[in-house]
């Protein structure tokens, strides 16, 4: 049974990098058709798309976060993880990692996700 | 504001069929795919209907989707308890080059 955890600083100053790292277990990461994605909820808000990696290292952002984010793989330990720059308090988020099923870019979903992890911005 | 509109809130009886929309517009829903997922209280979302209408392994029958030009739909028959949760909707823009999500909706069972 896949699963997957995410991993990383809680707390976050402003203007920093928030570096986040999620470890797939029971399950390759380099399985083909699943790319790997970042999500993250605001406290009492909704989901956003951060965006996902395909084991081979290709990689689609959000738009509206593209600037600040890079994501990056490691098939040797079985993780990939998420680095996000400029922080604000915005920023502060559950930020969940999730295998991303893309059958083709109409059809594509999120299962399973990780537990997430707050990441709090303050100084 | 989101990309996806649902309802804030939704509410039913035990037994109770109750359904929740999703609306959108031709880049996202009209043209592509309708995923929900069921968030429970305190936990991750977990994929609930994906591609319009198939349900995971696992996942009762008395969940089902169904999608109709830019608006999409959930329902769930027979209401339980266990029910209460949040319902998002998500589905590629193509516009926007970006998976949107809904607002989401709070289903509370009386």
């Known amino acids: 049974q896949l699963q997957l955890q995410e991993s990383g600083p809680g707390l976050v100053k402003p203007s920093e990098t928030l570096s986040l790292t999620c470890t797939v277990s029971g399950g390759s990461i380099s399985s083909s058709s699943y790319y790997w994605g970042w999500i993250r909820q605001p406290p009492g808000k909704g989901l956003e798309w951060i965006g996902s990696?395909?084991?081979?290292?290709?990689?689609y952002y959000n738009p509206s976060l593209k600037s600040r984010v890079t994501i990056s793989v490691d098939t040797s330990k079985n993780q990939f993880s998420l680095k996000l720059s400029s922080v604000t308090a915005a920023d502060t988020a559950v930020y969940y990692c999730?295998?991303?099923?893309?059958?083709?870019?109409?059809?594509?979903?999120?299962?399973?996700w990780g537990q997430g992890t707050l990441v709090t911005v303050s100084s | 504001q989101s990309v996806l509109t649902q309802p804030p809130s939704a509410s039913g009886t035990p037994g109770q069929r109750v359904t929740i929309s999703c609306s959108g517009s031709s880049s996202n829903i009209g043209s592509n795919t309708v995923n929900w997922y069921q968030q429970l209280p305190g936990t991750a979302p977990k994929l609930l209907i994906y591609s319009n209408n198939q349900r995971p392994s696992g996942v009762p029958d008395r969940f089902s989707g169904s999608k109709s030009g830019t608006s999409a739909s959930l329902a769930i028959s027979g209401l339980q308890s266990e029910d209460e949760a949040d319902y998002y909707c998500a589905a590629w823009d193509d516009s926007l080059n970006a998976v949107v999500f809904g607002g989401g909706t709070k289903l509370t069972v009386l």
């Open positions: 990696i395909y084991y081979s290292g290709s990689t």
């Open positions: 999730a295998r991303h099923r893309v059958l083709m870019v109409r059809a594509n979903w999120f299962d399973p």
